[in-house]
């Protein structure tokens, strides 16, 4: 099987609300950040480019169309879209390369969550005859999950402020984070409850914003003559539509998706980990079965900044960031998507030879 | 429970989302200076790169950024047509009517309008048009600040001009 390399990567500022900007204007800057890192024009360079994103959130119908409008469509390109995170396009991407379709493809993701109110429109993505009808809201479940861990005695409110003020902390060195500072576990248990028993700064903030990277294979990388990481395992799996059906103070699906990856059969320096509510980073963390020689979410994670569509590809990055600079020589990225944990990708990304 | 033959064929489950949507800077400009009379595109810094009529931000050709305003005439030539027999839901204009994909002099892609003060059967590809604008104190952020557009009498424009006039038109 042919070995994938992550090449580059890059990722725009995340911010609670970008303006007046669209979709191409979000991704153009990233877009030309990245191909100038990976030494290309546009997208005729690469074989592939796959793109993740979901119109509901800025309530355009096809937006991610028009996002095609960034790539350099001229003459035409192979172009594919995931309506999901772009971790997913990842994912297609890699599948693609490894049939023998692409040696190389772009991937981005992007989301411009402001301009609607994302609790509620997430409440969208559920089950479409008993909950979506009830509006049930993104955060009033993971408030549910977090009082089940909570009453289980899994959790106490002070690891969950840990989390988050660690997150606070770690973004400190983050320069695209949102939410920064120096802040302690007792700051955070001084707040009041937002939604019981979560406290807002358990609850990542909503963030506009886009995010990319090349991947390709190895000979190509070599060829390129860039610092890269290889994706040594990923997989993706899924759990039942309804939170009922399902154990919500753990995740099956990451485990199994870390094993189907190979997390266990090295060392992990660096693990990035989607929890957009603090109490799912300790779900996570366990899941994985990950120690104190692991560094945790060294970016702040998602309760620093949530680019919806594109915080998962994040992940990714920030783990090749982390190896190509020489702090980490493997590490784990995950990806969530759906309410609480539902589905969930884990990729394991390893140090490439030294060119 | 005696109900088993009852089929539900749908339940009514009304969705609504409500959202601050913005078209984007560049769009946001275009309809700024509709506001003021002007149709203007935008077009990348390079000389003699493709004008888009209105604007979204990029040169969808190179992914490139537009960061060069254009103004173009509201004269336009005829680059593809329909002619509308049905009423459509919810639209107010009497059928028959025309509807044309224009290139205003100045720009290199079409954008859709209405045309009027014509005789439908007589449409053509190629054909000159400019626009009708309604009253100036009407005017808003809007594509309907032109009413229509209307024939006028000028040479028709050979196929493989069509999207290449300069502002000034044919006969520069």
Redesign the interface.
């Known amino acids: 099987m042919k070995e994938i390399a992550i090449v580059g990567y890059q990722q725009s500022d995340a911010v609670s609300d970008a ?7 979000l991704i ?1 800057p990233v ?2 950040r990245i191909f100038e890192q990976v030494g290309i024009t ?2 005729q360079d690469v074989d592939f480019v796959c793109s993740g994103s979901c119109d ?1 959130l ?3 119908a096809f937006a991610f169309v ?1 996002g ?7 003459p035409p390109i192979k172009e594919s879209h995931v309506e999901m995170d772009a971790a997913w396009a990842l994912y297609e991407s890699v599948l693609k390369i490894r049939m023998g379709h692409a040696d190389s493809a772009l991937v981005y993701g992007f989301g411009k969550s ?4 994302l609790p ?2 997430l409440s ?1 993505q559920l089950d ?2 008993y909950l ?2 009830q509006w049930v809201d993104t955060i009033s479940l993971a408030a549910m999950q977090a009082r089940m861990m909570l009453d289980r005695g899994l959790i106490t409110e002070r690891d969950m402020a840990e989390v988050v003020a660690r997150s606070r902390r770690n973004a400190l060195d983050n320069p695209h984070a949102q939410l920064k500072g120096d802040v302690t576990a007792d700051d955070i248990l001084a707040e009041e409850t937002y939604l019981s028993p979560l406290r807002r700064s358990d609850c990542c903030p909503i963030s506009d914003g886009a995010s990319a990277m090349v991947i390709c294979t190895v000979e190509k990388a070599k060829a390129w003559g860039k610092p890269y990481a290889v994706i040594s395992g990923i997989d993706h799996i899924i759990e039942s539509h309804n939170p009922g059906m399902r154990d919500l103070t753990d995740s099956v699906s990451t485990r199994k998706a870390a094993e189907n990856a190979g997390m266990g059969k090295g060392k992990v320096d660096v693990a990035e980990l989607y929890a957009p509510f603090s109490h799912q980073e300790l779900i996570l963390s366990r899941a994985l079965g990950l120690g104190d020689d692991t560094n945790i979410n060294p970016s702040g994670g998602v309760l620093a900044g949530n680019l919806m569509m594109a915080s998962g590809l994040s992940r990714i990055g920030e783990v090749f960031n982390r190896i190509v600079a020489g702090d980490a020589e493997r590490g784990v990225a995950h990806t969530t998507s759906g309410p609480c944990l539902q589905h969930n990708l884990v990729a394991v990304l390893d140090k490439g030879e030294v060119a | 429970m005696s109900d088993e033959n009852e089929m539900i064929t749908g339940i009514e489950v009304p969705i609504y989302l409500k959202y601050n949507f913005t078209a984007g800077a560049a769009p946001a400009r275009f309809l700024s200076q509709l506001k003021e009379g002007k149709l203007t595109g935008q077009s990348r810094s390079d000389p003699g790169a493709p004008v888009y009529v209105p604007p979204r931000g990029s040169c969808p050709a190179t992914g490139q950024p537009t960061d060069t305003e254009v103004e173009v005439a509201d004269k336009a030539t005829v680059q593809s047509f329909t002619i509308v027999h049905i009423p459509i839901p919810g639209n107010p204009i009497e059928p028959p009517f025309v509807v044309a994909n224009l290139v205003a002099d100045g720009a290199n892609i079409s954008f859709i309008h209405l045309m009027s003060e014509c005789d439908n059967e007589q449409v053509h590809i190629g054909q000159r048009v400019q626009a009708v604008w309604r009253p100036e104190e009407e005017w808003d952020y809007s594509m309907d600040n032109i009413k229509y557009f209307k024939p006028i009498d000028e040479p028709d424009v050979p196929v493989e001009h069509i999207g290449k006039l300069p502002v000034t038109g044919l006969e520069a």
């Open positions: 303006g007046a900007q669209n979709e191409v204007e153009i877009l030309s546009n997208a509901y800025q309530g355009a028009l095609v409008d960034a790539l350099g469509a001229v402001s301009p609607g109110e509620i429109v969208q479409p005859y979506a009808p």
